[in-house]
Structure formats: C-alpha cells, structure tokens
C-alpha cells in the first residue's frame, strides 16, 4: 500500500499538530464525566502532562516536513487479517496521507520488529527509513488519541453499565497496558535525543 500514487487523494493529510491535546482538555471539564474519572486524571496527572509536553516537543521537530508522505491506515495492528495466503488489511475509515512511522509506531518498543517492518518495506521497494522523533509523536499522539475515545463514549452513553465498563477501561488503560511499553520507548528515545 506504501507504494500506492496517494499524493493527489483527497485524504486528510498529517500535520503533526497537537488538537488532540485541546480536544482532550476540553472533554476532560465536561460535566458528564464522572467525579471518579475526573479523580482518576488527577491521579495521573504528572504523567499525562509529561506526556503532553512531549507531544508538544515531537510536534515541533516534525512540522513542516511532509517528506516520505504516503497512505496511511491509521490503525493497522488491531485491523489485519490472514488467510494463510496473505494479510489484508481491513477498516479503513482513517486513512490519510502521513509517513509510514503513523502506522508502525507500535513497534517503538519491539526494535527486532520494527527492523523486520523495515526489511520487509525495502524488500517490496520502500525506500524509506524510519524516523525516531515521528515515532514518539505517534506514540504521545495516539495516547491521547485513545484516552480522548475513552472520554467522549464516557460522555456519550447513558447506560450505566457501559459507563462502569468504559471507567475500567480507562482506568486499566491508566494504570498498565499494552501502550505503557510503547510510551515507555518514546520516553527513552526522548531523553536520547535531548
């Protein structure tokens, strides 16, 4: 797909900008979000304001560089599909136009699988190499990217199961999952790079 002619496709197109950052300050003062969750960022709050300050910093080191700019999924790891014959990719409802690290950002913390991703992506006639600071933005992007979901279904639902269900989710999401390994490499990368 990384080969496709994307260039003139009417896809949004990356800015590296950081709206997520005001999209989740202004859904975290909305009056429906439980006392609890408001309590919960609380509790997380050095965190999550490290993590914004690095988003800010990676923003401004990739801005204006739209070099190596293809199609993107946006979601790859969690949409792939395998036949035994080959994989295909599924879901495609956030498509733009962005380099290759908007997709293989999850690999930040598995080096050995994101040199095979580069392998694979020369082997098939990518020329491209990835680039760390574009890296760690995806990775304090989609941070927010996910916690912003986790609060707008908050909002947006009125049954109370679903809500108790989605305050777990955010709390385990909080507290350690399958991202902390990945913010764990963007914080590394980031001191590396200071």
């Not at 995806?138 to 909002?155: H, W």
Request: glycine share 6%.
């Amino acid at each position: 797909v990384y080969r496709l002619p994307a260039q003139t496709c009417s896809l949004p197109r990356e800015d590296f900008g950081t709206g997520v950052l005001a999209e989740y300050a202004a859904l975290r003062q909305n009056p429906r979000v439980p006392e609890e969750i408001k309590a919960l960022l609380g509790r997380f709050e050095p965190r999550l304001s490290g993590y914004a300050q690095r988003l800010k910093q990676f923003s401004t080191l990739c801005q204006g560089d739209a070099s190596g700019f293809c199609l993107t999924h946006g979601d790859a790891g969690g949409n792939c599909m395998y036949d035994e014959e080959k994989w295909s990719i599924v879901d495609w409802d956030s498509a733009a136009l962005a380099p290759i690290e908007r997709d293989a950002w999850i690999f930040l913390c598995e080096k050995e699988n994101l040199q095979r991703v580069q392998k694979t992506l020369a082997e098939n006639g990518v020329s491209y190499a990835f680039r760390t600071e574009r890296l760690c933005y995806y990775c304090y992007r989609f941070f927010f990217y996910y916690l912003t979901a986790y609060l707008r279904a908050l909002i947006e639902t009125e049954d109370a199961d679903t809500r108790a269900t989605l305050a777990q989710g955010m709390e385990e999401y909080l507290s350690g999952c399958w991202i902390d390994a990945r913010m764990d490499a963007a914080d590394d990368a980031a001191k590396q790079m200071n």
